[in-house]
């Protein structure tokens, strides 16, 4: 199993991830609340991210093998903070559609978006809530 991501401390509270295969490259920042100045993801921003991004991806393959399409589908992602420790403790995935799908389909996107790898991968503490609109 070989190394997915170089991760490297450039200092001011930032980091740099580079992903091996592509070389492309995320800087990270501390959040303003923690003593960074927000100018870029915070680690607990990307964790939230990667929780809509994967539900994304993993719809959009439901799609393509059922025979429908999602383009145009958007997320907004919000994550809350807690305390003692410091902790996301539940992350808010609204997924909007651009068209309104049969009760089936609907079924099947909304099993998707919840059995993406990395909502598997949370623990079952971090509330996940998932809220669905269709037809923009």
């Given amino acids: 199993m070989g190394v997915t991501v170089h991760t490297r401390y450039v200092g001011n509270l930032h980091t740099e991830a580079e992903h091996l295969q592509s070389g492309n490259k995320i800087t990270t920042d501390a959040p303003v609340d923690n003593g960074g100045k927000g100018e870029y993801f915070s680690p607990t921003d990307m964790l939230a991210a990667a929780l809509g991004s994967c539900s994304l991806t993993i719809m959009g393959k439901a799609a ?73």
Avoid: W
């Avoid at 902790?87 to 997924?95: A, H, L």
């Avoid at 651009?98 to 059995?115: C, F, G, M, N, T």
């Avoid at 509330?127 to 609109?133: D, P, S, V």
């Fill in 64 to 136: 393509q093998v059922h025979g429908f399409n999602i383009d145009g589908t958007e997320v907004e992602i919000s994550k809350i903070m807690g305390t003692d420790p410091r902790r996301v403790v539940e992350i808010v995935v609204e997924i909007t559609f651009p068209s309104d799908y049969e009760p089936k389909v609907k079924k099947i996107l909304e099993l998707a978006a919840h059995e993406c790898p990395v909502a598997n991968s949370l623990h079952p503490d971090l509330k996940q809530t998932f809220i669905f609109h269709y037809g923009k």
